[in-house]
């Protein structure tokens, strides 16, 4: 992609679960799916957003490795107990019906610091810790209150989307542990 800076990327920041915890929440994405009519996220892109920039100049991706660097937190364990939908968008989901306070935090002091440093990024909705499991769903929308994933955290991640021909790729560009 091209924009008057020069060349651009899809980038965000999130916080990425374990490889077993991406397979488990994989195979939860292609049953809602399934059930939603939707298309699967798939495992390997399986993630929790903390700040989505949308497209951003290659050349100047230090600036947001610079941002991140100032932004602390700790590790912290997040349980997933709660399915949703974004049914405008055709999104299901699934979230934390009590977000640990360290999450919360950890988005907030990255929030301020991507404004302090003049970042613009998709902040006009309240933050809503989630994980999207399908796209492009028609219905019906899982309504299974007996799902929980839990897992621990212990580093913020900046993310690419790589757009390929089977659909987009999410890759880590840069990470930083959580105290």
């Known amino acids: 992609m091209l924009g008057s800076t020069g060349p651009t990327a899809r980038v965000f920041f999130a916080l990425v ?42 050349a100047r991706m230090s600036m947001l490795e610079e ?21 405008r968008a055709g999104i299901a989901w699934i979230g934390s019906s009590s977000p640990p306070g360290a999450l919360l935090e950890l988005q907030s002091q990255l929030a301020a610091a991507l404004r302090d440093a003049g970042v613009a990024f998709d902040d006009l909705q309240p933050y809503r810790p989630h994980v999207t499991l399908a796209r492009r769903c028609r219905g019906p929308y899982p309504q299974d209150a007996t799902t929980r994933v839990a897992f621990d955290v212990d580093r913020l991640s900046l993310m690419l989307s790589e757009t390929r021909r089977e659909g987009a790729r999410y890759r880590t560009v840069n990470d930083w542990p959580l105290a």
């Open 17 to 58: 679960p374990p490889p077993e915890v991406q397979r488990a929440l994989g195979e939860l994405a292609r049953e809602t799916a399934r059930r939603a009519h939707g298309r699967p996220v798939p495992a390997g892109n399986i993630h929790l957003t903390l700040a989505f920039i949308g497209a951003w100049p290659i």
């Open 67 to 87: 941002v991140a660097c100032d932004v602390g937190g700790e590790s912290l364990r997040i349980v997933l107990d709660e399915l949703g939908t974004f049914r």
